[in-house]
């Protein structure tokens, strides 16, 4: 079964515009990985996040891990056409050598 | 120089054929995974090697079978192709068990 619930699975925003997604899972983790994959590319990492309540930065990217390390969110402030893509965070229970378990992840369309 | 490289990026091939993805990382990387991504977009993880060691064997059918001649390399051959195989399977490797992934362009491949 899928062990990390993302949403929403697709959002279409103006430019301008802030986007968010959500990942959820029902045990807690061990960290969080994000990803962004272009269309038509490859997953590319974007960050990992370790700590209890952890928030971290990237430009208009913000990150942030629950105190509870269950549930986790990226956040885009004024989206742009170069972000386009899909986001997908990756869980880690901590349980087996590299055992991501990936979101179904969120597919970002900006329209200009 | 690119530093996860899978090939071939295209296979067309007609069901029941036997068809094989090679990859090789030159990030000096102790594991590799194979990841199937399917039209939605899902990607599930397939198999993880970690020096030449499987470590992870989803529930995959036997058909799939990985070889991890050094650690630098990570072959998939797929015995007896079937439609429901048509996906992109990207390769991919970390230092470590809890760090970040690094994936290949992808193998797009079309089973007719």
């Known amino acids: 079964g899928q062990q990390v619930m993302q949403i929403p699975q697709y959002q279409h925003v103006q430019e301008g515009e802030d986007f968010t997604t959500y990942c959820n899972s029902s045990?807690?983790?061990?960290?969080i990985q994000w990803y962004k994959q272009r269309p038509g590319g490859h997953p590319v990492f974007l960050i990992q996040?370790?700590?209890?309540?952890e928030v971290k930065k990237q430009k208009r990217l913000t990150f942030q891990f629950g105190e509870a390390k269950k549930n986790s969110s990226l956040h885009i402030t004024a989206t742009q056409t170069t972000d386009v893509g899909t986001y997908f965070c990756?869980?880690?229970?901590?349980?087996?050598?590299?055992?991501?378990?990936f979101g179904r992840g969120t597919q970002l369309t900006v329209w200009p | 120089d690119t530093a996860v490289s899978q090939t071939p990026k295209y296979l067309v091939t007609q069901m029941g054929n036997d068809k094989s993805i090679k990859c090789e990382q030159n990030?000096?990387?102790?594991?590799m995974y194979w990841y199937k991504q399917d039209s939605k977009k899902f990607l599930k993880i397939m198999f993880s090697?970690?020096?030449?060691?499987?470590?992870i064997n989803e529930t995959v059918p036997n058909r799939f079978s990985p070889k991890s001649p050094d650690k630098a390399h990570l072959n998939l051959h797929i015995n007896s192709l079937e439609l429901g195989d048509s996906a992109v399977y990207f390769c991919?490797?970390?230092?470590?068990?809890?760090?970040?992934?690094?994936f290949g362009e992808g193998s797009r491949l079309t089973v007719l």
């Open positions: 991919a490797s970390s230092q470590t068990n809890t760090g970040e992934l690094f």
């Open positions: 045990t807690t983790l061990s960290n």
């Open positions: 996040l370790v700590k209890s309540g």
């Open positions: 990756a869980a880690d229970r901590g349980s087996t050598l590299g055992r991501l378990y």
């Open positions: 990030l000096g990387h102790d594991t």
């Open positions: 090697y970690n020096n030449k060691e499987l470590i």
